[in-house]
Structure formats: structure tokens, C-alpha cells
């Protein structure tokens, strides 16, 4: 039996607890028994019952006050999430095994696990090895994406943890309830994005021209694969959380074991098939 797995990423405020705790409920209302487990190793307080928390394995506080180590609160964070990375049997005691687990891992929010650390990317060989299907919950603040320039690097982010975990992944933009019905209707070009006008659109703020060339390129790049999309999500409106869910579920076949989808055919390499059919669905769309 297959299980499953979000690993709910994104960096630092970006909603990631608030979303485990929303998508609890969620999937509680719907009778669905779905767990979480805490992998912020600084978290000070949640508003969900955890299966398993890393704080039991490890805290960053410890590390800091260690006279050997002397690490500030971001070393220290590294430093404990290298030391889970040695420790994975820890987890694989915690999780134990239930029949088809469905499990939110609320991860730290420090960039740089998603971008050339390894330890996310052992995470999930390591849960793929105990049969989990893993998809990736990348969240960013829509507080910040209201700007074309801020859109990229928040882009660039979501996909940096995209190439990093070769893993499935969903990305949203959280805390749509706080934008101004002018600022929602704003966002609507952000969430199917043309990469190309906005590039154009913005081209006049840009004053030196490598600098243009070179965010034109990688705009171009993003929209020629479809390479990253979002999805809002307002944690009062139940319609758009399930609508998420149903992405999610999609991207890691829930519910679909007794009849394993074949991948569609596409182009060239082979690449992850959750990924592509993701992405040629909301195409046909
Ligand atoms: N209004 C609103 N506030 C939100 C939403 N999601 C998160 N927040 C608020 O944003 C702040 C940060 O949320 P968290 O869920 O703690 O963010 P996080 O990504 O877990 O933060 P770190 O673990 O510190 O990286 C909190 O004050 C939340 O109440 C949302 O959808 N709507
Ligand atoms: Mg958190």
C-alpha cells in the first residue's frame, strides 16, 4: 500500500503551519484521517496536534547554548536539520505505519534547504523508500507577489525547490484573504501568468540592458515549459482549500492505487510524470 506525503515548504512567515492546521480541518471535515508532523526544529508554537516533532530529536535552542558549537539561529537551524538528515530512523520510528497514511510535514522556512543543501532532497529519497508518494507544497506570501519583479523571485524560489527535490509540486500563493478586491483582481494575472508581456510591460524600469536581456531570458524559459504556476489559497474559503487538495491529491495519485494512471506521452526526456500531467491538464484547461 502506497503512502502519502506533503512536504509544505516556502520561506520564513510564508503560511506553512497556518496551512497544515487549515488543511487538517479541512480533511477532518471530510472524514479523512491525515496526520502532521513538525520538522522546524525552532518552532515555538503550532496550532495542530503533531504525530511526531523533530523538537524531541532536536532543538535549535540546545544547539545554540552548546559551547562547543556556538551557532547563531540560522547555523543552528542547519545544524539540526543535518543532524535529523543522520537521525532519519528517529522519524521512521515516529511515523510507524498505518494503512494508507496521508501526512503534512511542516518544514522550516529557511531558504537555503530548498536550494543547495541536500538534507530536503534525503528527506524525500528517504520517504519514497518507505513506499511514500511525496508532492511538494510550495508556499510564497501573495503580500509579496503583487509586484511583477517580486512575481519572478518568488518563481525562481518555487522552482529552485522543484529542481532541487525532483519531486512532484504544487505551489500556492498564501494569505489571499488580506488582498483588496483591487489587489485580487490584481493578482489574477500572476496566477496564470504571461511571462512575456510582463517582462514587456516592466522593460522601461529595467535600465541596463544585460540585465533586461537576462530576466527576459529566464521569463522566456518559465513560460515556454510552463514551468511553475500557483494557486491561491485563502484559508476561509473551503471551495479553493479543496480545490487545492484535489491537486495535490492528483499529483500523488491518492486514492488511485488499485489503478496506477499511465504517464502521457510527451517530448523528449522523460521527466517526472506527475509533473506533466499536472501541468497538461491546467493547459487543456
Ligand atoms: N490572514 C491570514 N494570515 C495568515 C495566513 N497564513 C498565515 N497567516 C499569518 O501569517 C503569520 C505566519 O504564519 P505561519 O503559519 O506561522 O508561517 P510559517 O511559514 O509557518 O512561518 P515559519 O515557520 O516561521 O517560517 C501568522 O501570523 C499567521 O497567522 C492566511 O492565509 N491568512
Ligand atoms: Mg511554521
Known sequence: MPRYAQLVMGPAGSGKSTYCATMLEHCQALNRSVQVVNLDPA???????????????????????????RFGPNGGLIFCMEYFANNFDWLEESLGHVEDDYILFDCPGQIELYTHLPVMKQLVEQLQQWEFRVCGV????????????????????????????????????TKMDLLSPK??????????????????????????????????????????????????FDRTD???????????????????????KEPRETDGEPSNPNVDEFFQDRDDS
Open 138 to 173: 510550495f508556499l510564497v506570501d501573495s503580500q509579496f507577489m503583487v509586484e511583477t519583479f517580486k512575481f519572478i523571485s518568488g518563481v525562481m524560489a518555487a522552482l529552485s525547490a522543484m529542481v532541487t527535490l525532483e519531486t512532484s509540486q504544487v505551489n500556492i500563493m
Open 183 to 232: 489587489a485580487k483582481k490584481e493578482m489574477e494575472k500572476y496566477l496564470d501568468p504571461d511571462m512575456y508581456s510582463m517582462m514587456e510591460d516592466n522593460s522601461v524600469a529595467l535600465r541596463s540592458k544585460k540585465f533586461r536581456k537576462l530576466t527576459k531570458a529566464i521569463c522566456g524559459l518559465i513560460d515556454d515549459y510552463s514551468m511553475v504556476r500557483f494557486l491561491p
Open 238 to 260: 473551503e471551495e479553493g482549500i479543496n480545490i487545492v487538495l484535489q491537486h495535490i491529491d492528483f499529483s500523488i495519485q491518492y486514492g488511485e492505487d488499485l489503478e496506477f
Open 43 to 69: 518552532a515555538e508554537h503550532f496550532n495542530y496536534p503533531v504525530m511526531a516533532d523533530i523538537r524531541e530529536l532536536i532543538q535549535v535552542d540546545d544547539v545554540m547554548e552548546d559551547d562547543s558549537l
